[in-house]
């Protein structure tokens, strides 16, 4: 089992930045790839971003390319998500989730990921 407990949300104008935090404890955090995730209201959670389990690697939604910027320490057992520039429709709650997957196309989806963290509210507006 691998627990994950993002923290950093809260509310911010548009054009403002957050840092998002992903804590893992359980397994042994750099067996596993790490993705973020976001679900806004009346919508299907949608990838944003992943990154690879060394961290040489990172694939990024088009809506977060150039604004968004995954990292991880593996030391630290922990996933970042910087995210710049805010706009209203980035509003969702945001997951980070992990996953034994390799492939980058796998990393893009929901169901290749072994576990979730509880989520954690980002607001942005106008």
């Known amino acids: 089992q691998v627990q994950l407990v993002e923290s950093g949300g809260g509310l911010v104008q548009a054009g403002g930045s957050l840092r998002l935090s992903c804590a893992a404890s359980?397994?042994?955090?750099?067996?596993?790839?790490m993705g973020w995730f976001r679900q806004a209201p009346g919508k299907e959670r949608e990838f944003v971003v992943a990154i690879s389990r060394s961290g040489g690697a990172t694939y990024y939604a088009e809506s977060a390319k150039g604004r968004f910027t995954i990292s991880r320490g593996n030391a630290k057992n922990t996933v970042y998500l910087q995210m710049n520039s805010l706009k209203p429709e980035d509003t969702a709650v945001y997951y980070c989730a992990a996953t034994a997957a390799t492939t980058s196309t796998w990393l893009r989806a929901p169901d290749k990921y072994d576990y979730w963290g509880q989520g954690t509210q980002v607001t942005v507006s106008s």
């Open positions: 359980g397994r042994t955090f750099a067996n596993y790839a």
